[in-house]
């Protein structure tokens, strides 16, 4: 239970990865981004339906999950971040919903199975049970973190992302564009949005409302790792996956949420900056 417990926090992981690739460089997190998991899960889904190969359906999800990450940009946040304002919260809340309806419209209301070419029996691994669907939840989580960063530590977009999250001013200052970073932050939110549906949907199912209980445990992680911490979330998302499983077990289903909720509540009132976060230092 431990295992496969922290194995789904991975993919809270990768979605709370995703609020800190947008707030590194923005201060703004996309509160819809839920509704990008399950709107990419859908559009995945639906390539499959109409006899898109699996290894080709991959790109087209994630592909569909950075336009999405790009639209919020430009409808939801760019105006506001102008402006100064904190309108990017009722914005992206107002996306969510508006995504949350589309795909009942489009798909219906009913949780549908998600295909997957890959085996779903269980394995012994030292008297653990895993299966290798599992097992893919986590390789594909891990790749998809590790590109980002690698991208972000050794290319020149990436290079300009790390200035902007730094120190924006300066950054335009030596004539790094804030505006396309940004975008690049959404997009590639987008991206790990995308994954986190096509990873998770074959192990529960895709439904309108599996958005809702994603994205509060993926801002509990983010909140309690800190939003500027990716070897933060992982860790985490795999203790919170972990309790999660054990407190389903031990009390009750009706309690599995109970964790991300007392997790958050603590570390909003003990250390709003997160347990690997940094204190922020403010001029006076």
């Given amino acids: 239970m431990v295992v496969s417990g922290a194995l789904m926090g991975l993919v809270y992981?990768?979605?709370?990865?995703?609020?800190?690739?947008?707030?590194?460089?923005?201060?703004?997190?996309?509160?819809?981004q839920g509704?990008?998991?399950?709107l990419s899960a859908f559009f995945s889904l639906s390539l499959l339906n109409w006899g898109v190969p699996y290894w080709l359906m991959i790109p087209g999800g994630l592909l569909?999950?950075?336009?999405?990450?790009?639209?919020?940009e430009r409808a939801c946040v760019r105006l506001t971040l102008e402006q100064k304002s904190e309108g990017w919260i009722l914005l992206t809340i107002i996306f969510g919903l508006l995504g949350f309806s589309?795909?009942?419209?489009?798909?219906?209301?009913?949780?549908?199975?998600?295909?997957?070419?890959?085996?779903?029996?269980?394995?012994q691994f030292f008297g653990v049970s895993i299966t290798p669907l599992e097992i893919s939840?986590?390789?594909?989580?891990?790749a998809v973190m590790g590109v980002i960063e690698l991208f972000k530590r050794k290319t020149l977009l990436g290079k300009a992302f790390e200035a902007v999250s730094a120190d924006r001013d300066a950054a335009e200052l030596m004539g790094i564009s804030a505006r396309h970073t940004i975008m690049l932050s959404y997009g590639l939110s987008g991206l790990v949005a995308a994954m986190a549906g096509i990873l998770i949907s074959p192990i529960t199912t895709v439904g309108p409302t599996m958005a809702t209980a994603l994205i509060l445990k993926a801002f509990a992680v983010a909140v309690v790792a800190g939003l500027d911490s990716g070897f933060g979330v992982v860790l985490v998302g795999i203790f919170l996956g972990a309790l999660e499983s054990l407190t389903s077990f031990y009390l009750g289903?009706?309690?599995?949420?109970?964790?991300?909720l007392i997790l958050l509540i603590m570390a909003l009132a003990v250390r709003p900056n997160g347990v690997f976060g940094k204190a922020s230092i403010r001029k006076v």
Avoid at 13 to 32: C, D, P, R, V
Avoid at 253 to 260: H, I
């Fill in 13 to 32: 992981a990768l979605i709370a990865y995703g609020f800190q690739l947008t707030f590194a460089t923005s201060k703004s997190i996309n509160f819809g």
């Fill in 35 to 38: 509704e990008l998991v399950m």
């Fill in 64 to 72: 569909f999950g950075v336009v999405l990450g790009l639209v919020v």
């Fill in 102 to 123: 589309a795909a009942e419209n489009i798909w219906g209301r009913d949780d549908r199975p998600f295909p997957t070419p890959i085996p779903t029996e269980a394995m």
């Fill in 137 to 142: 939840v986590a390789v594909g989580v891990l």
């Fill in 253 to 260: 289903s009706g309690w599995r949420e109970a964790p991300g």
